[in-house]
């Protein structure tokens, strides 16, 4: 496993973000150089040999970021995997296309469940007066909040993700796919600032600053694992005191009023930038000072898209087992996969 932070610098001349040289969290970065550079592909040498190119969305250099916060900056109103496509138009209406197997559309319809063959086209309205929106990667569930700060959810309650009341004797955890949909909107939360989708899990920011997490996070791309998987089937309080959460599909962070970054999840690859054996960091931890914002896994909000079509390469083509953050001395940092200096062995099932 690796664990260090790698300082990244910025290509302007293209859409990449590139792995200069190997650093210590809060540490004078090591000198490198760049040993290739193209319009489409960047790779770097570091301390360590390691080669890593990451692609970022066009537009992504431009972003400014500073310590007087303003959430709204990380609304998602455009957001596109490989089974949907859901949007907020300029009158804050939610609308969905695409699949609707887990009944991620909000559309009452039963007889899709686990139907992946039928699609929806024409964009179905789902909600009004929305702000943000977000969904799992596989089209598992749907969250969106609305301008009143209420987070609803709508989908497949997989683990009791969506907070259905389970019956005593069916584990919410054992609940597989497609057995427990919530096929209208249902209000998860409220007072709410910013909310953020994991595959399997969800993050949620409250007004009064509180951060809590739940639902599941697995071994990096489901690897059979000794330890169980890290699950609260109930809102976990993570932290107080924060100003933004970012949950990837698998590891999960947020910045404090601070600028202190915590971090939680699966650390099968270090991207929770902690050095231990663990496969998961179960309650928040700080891993560095300083940090203005942070990507858990892809340096995107909004997707680069704004068209639907059944094509998963769309969903995956910025996505890493890594998390990257921005700090105050303006330089991009990264963890996890092929990064730091650190490493142990993993038997791969």
């Known amino acids: 496993m690796k664990f260090k932070f790698f300082i990244m610098s910025l290509l302007l001349s293209s859409s990449l973000l590139i792995g200069c040289g190997s650093t210590k969290i809060n540490s004078v970065p090591l000198s490198d150089t760049v040993s290739s550079s193209s319009e489409n592909s960047t790779s770097t040498s570091s301390t360590n040999n390691t080669q890593k190119s990451f ?6 250099l431009s972003q400014t970021w500073d310590t007087d916060f303003n959430i709204t900056k990380c609304y998602i109103t455009n957001k596109v995997i490989g089974s949907n496509r859901f949007y907020i138009d300029e009158n804050h209406i939610l609308w969905g296309c695409g699949r609707n197997e887990s009944g991620q559309l909000g559309i009452n319809h039963p ?5 992946t063959e039928t699609y929806y086209t024409d964009y179905k309205k ?16 749907l969250i969106y909040l609305t ?3 209420d987070l609803y959810g709508v989908g497949d309650n997989l683990d009791g993700i969506l907070l259905n009341n389970i019956d005593a004797q069916n584990d919410p955890v054992d609940i597989p796919i497609g057995q427990n949909i919530q096929y209208t909107p249902k209000l998860l939360m409220t ?6 989708a994991g595959m399997y899990s969800i993050a949620v920011l409250k007004n009064n600053g509180d951060a809590y997490w739940w639902g599941r996070t697995y071994g990096i791309h489901q690897i059979d694992i000794a330890e169980e998987p890290m699950v609260y089937n109930t809102p976990h309080l993570m932290l107080s005191n924060v100003k933004y959460v970012s949950c990837g599909d698998w590891t999960a962070a947020a910045i404090t009023n601070d600028n202190e970054l915590y971090t939680w999840g699966s650390n099968f690859w270090g991207q929770c930038g902690i050095p231990t054996e663990d496969e998961y960091v179960k ?3 700080k891993v560095s000072d300083n940090v203005l914002m942070v990507w858990s ?6 997707s680069v898209v704004d068209y639907w079509e059944p094509y998963w390469a769309m969903t995956y083509k910025y996505t890493y087992d890594n998390l990257f953050i921005l700090k105050t001395d303006n330089n991009m940092y990264a963890c996890g996969k092929n990064m730091g200096n650190e490493t142990h062995s993993i038997q791969v099932v």
């Open 55 to 60: 692609y970022a969305p066009e537009g992504f």
């Open 111 to 115: 007889e899709d469940t686990n139907n």
């Open 126 to 141: 789902i909600a009004e007066n929305v702000v943000h929106v977000d969904c799992s990667v596989n089209g598992y569930f």
């Open 147 to 149: 301008e009143n700060g």
């Open 191 to 196: 007072d709410v600032s910013y909310a953020s």
């Open 283 to 285: 309650e928040a931890t």
């Open 297 to 302: 896994e892809t340096m995107q909000l909004n």
